[in-house]
């Protein structure tokens, strides 16, 4: 066995030149034909050196389109609650296959402990090298005893778990636990609460503007959307549980142009009525994967005086509204119940005819009943027509669309009314839904506030849902990856578990962030483990280091060099491609 670097190598053995060369060549998008002709020397030689072969493979480099740094694999920031503006809660690489930490923070830049906000998602900016990526998270120092110290919003190191910078932010009201948000055109990061919507530079946390709403924000995130050049949009719900004064607002986030955007950062630049609101994040689907230059907004009611059931409502604005804003449709719930969380847009498949319309699910909340006393919508995107309901558990989760038509969707409450945490999986067949089934007796995983992630890679889809705190607002002390080609409790449906987290998890390339009993924990491998030849950024070198018998090939942290460290790479270089074949970016 060969060792370097006092880690034992494993398995790999002599690396076949054609087999190297073939992975390579695909990666740079070349064919292998010219470049065996090119090497034809070193193919005589069979293997007189990998280090000449990989030299002579880098010098075709410049045939392949050109890449920026970190752009690895469709490697994306987790922008926005569910991911992105559409809210599908799905990445297309592999979960981390070790469920040993990486790192985890728990204190702040002074050293003193943080208390983060429980279940509150998170955002990550992927960064554009390997030193500024970023993960954001919500909390305030765990210091007694009172007065207890205000909220900040942290943003830690990815490589390290390090606290950057942490700045205010305004008291969250009614225990809410929105999530940030990522403006990347404009390199902010935004947090909501109180009635503020503050957005902070992502370099070094200081303040770039802020928004004062009519009325707080519970549990609602902001969402983004860049579509127009020097147009950005941010769009936020203010709360009004029980009455009819909760507001979509509009905010432009982009600097003041007299011909091109006449708003000031900060400035509203429309606003709407929605009725009785809370937790309810807006979503949107980019023209380029069909939208129409709407957002969408579920309600509680139009109106709720907290006596009489009341139906939800679900409004489709147009982006470009001005004024008071004027829905273009309304869809009022089959049953009286409302929705108190986000809703997710899904594109019409790849090559449909015109008249396909993307589609929105919906999960309502009912205060009383088992299992099923809530309903799944599934609705036409463009008009807002029924498809069909279906019953299922109280959430204010979203639901997350699965291929071959299939929704996960995470809901219930330990103990209340008869409802239970539970993960539900339910088939989607056109113009009606169904039950699968559920995880009632077998798991106690997912629950209403807990926001799961779909992780489609290899054929596989895995859903990473985290354990109901023991109480209302605490940690989370597992999280589970479950196999959704199985049904509970077949053996292999719990493919792993994750200790000491499981709160809305968060994830970019194969690296999982998540908060839970431990802290703010990362899984899998840091910017800092692929950058294999130490160049700082992450790139088709990090593979030629690797395969010439570097220094720090030892990607996944296992404790050996192996095979398993060049997949993993080769993941984090190429995972997405296949997800982008289809159609199916985030």
């Known amino acids: ?60 480099a410049v045939l392949a389109p050109a890449q920026t740094p970190l752009e690895r694999g469709l490697e994306q920031s987790w922008t926005h609650l569910g991911g992105s503006a559409r809210r599908a809660s799905f990445v297309s690489f592999p979960a981390p296959p070790s469920t040993v930490p990486s790192w985890a923070a728990t204190h702040d830049i002074n050293n003193d402990p943080i208390a983060f906000i429980g279940q509150a998602p998170l955002a990550v900016y992927a960064g554009s090298n390997v030193s500024n990526g970023r993960v954001f998270a919500a909390g305030r120092v765990d210091v007694f005893p009172s007065p207890p110290n205000p909220y900040r919003l942290y943003a830690f190191d990815r490589s390290t778990g390090a606290t950057v910078w942490q700045s205010p932010i305004a008291f969250p009201r009614s225990n809410s636990f929105s999530a940030p948000a990522i403006d990347e055109h404009n390199s902010t990061v935004l947090y909501c609460s109180g009635p503020q919507v503050q957005a902070f530079y992502i370099a070094d946390g200081a303040l770039a503007w802020s928004a004062t709403l009519n009325r707080n924000i519970v549990n609602a995130s902001p969402l983004i959307v860049s579509d127009s050049s020097g147009r950005t949009r941010v769009f936020i719900t203010d709360y009004d549980g029980f009455g009819n004064s909760s507001r979509i607002y509009c905010i432009n986030a982009d600097v003041f142009d007299a011909q091109r955007n006449a708003w000031a950062p900060g400035e509203v630049v429309w606003s709407a009525a929605i009725g009785a609101g809370s937790g309810n994040s807006v979503s949107y689907l980019p023209a380029e994967r069909g939208g129409q230059g709407l957002v969408f907004v579920p309600t509680i009611a139009a109106s709720n005086s907290g006596s009489v059931p009341v139906p939800g409502q679900i409004y489709a604005f147009p982006l470009e509204s001005v004024g008071t804003g004027v829905p273009v449709w309304t869809f009022s719930n089959l049953i009286n119940e409302g929705y108190f969380g986000g809703l997710c847009v899904v594109p ?48 204010s989760s979203i639901p997350v669309p699965l291929p071959a038509e299939f929704i996960a969707l995470a809901g219930g409450i330990d103990g209340l009314f008869g409802s239970v945490s539970q993960v539900q999986l339910f088939q989607d067949s056109g113009f009606a839904g169904s039950l699968a089934w559920d995880t009632t007796g077998v798991l106690r995983v997912g629950g209403w506030a807990n926001q799961p992630i779909l992780t489609r890679f290899g054929g596989r889809n895995l859903l990473a849902a985290g354990s109901p705190p023991a109480q209302m607002w605490g940690f989370s002390s597992s999280l589970y990856l479950l196999d959704l080609s199985k049904r509970p409790p077949q053996p292999g449906f719990v493919v792993r578990e994750y200790l000491g987290v499981g709160g809305s998890p968060a994830m970019v390339g194969s690296s999982l962030y998540c908060i839970g009993t431990l ?8 910017p800092d483990d692929l950058d294999v030849d130490r160049s700082g950024v992450v790139d088709i070198r990090d593979l030629y280091a690797w395969e010439a018998a570097g220094t720090h090939g030892d990607v996944n942290r296992d404790g050996g060099i192996d095979f398993l460290d060049r997949e993993e790479l080769m993941t984090a270089l190429r995972g997405g491609d296949s997800v982008s074949m289809i159609g199916e970016s985030r």
């Open 1 to 60: 066995m060969e060792t370097r670097c006092g880690v034992r190598r494993k398995g790999v053995g002599q690396v076949r030149m054609y087999y190297v060369m073939s992975r390579v060549c695909r990666y740079l998008r070349v064919s292998i034909g010219p470049l065996v002709m090119r090497c034809s020397s070193l193919v005589r030689a069979r293997f007189a050196g990998i280090t000449g072969l990989l030299s002579s493979l880098s010098s075709l």
């Open 348 to 395: 019409a498949p790849t090559g449909s005819a015109p008249d396909v319309p993307p589609v929105i699910f919906a999960a309502s909340y009912a205060f009383d009943g088992g299992t099923d006393t809530a309903n799944l919508v599934k609705l036409n995107a463009r008009t807002g027509e029924l498809f069909w309901s279906v019953p299922c558990n109280r959430t």
């Open 519 to 526: 802290g703010l924990v990362a899984f899998g491998p840091t």
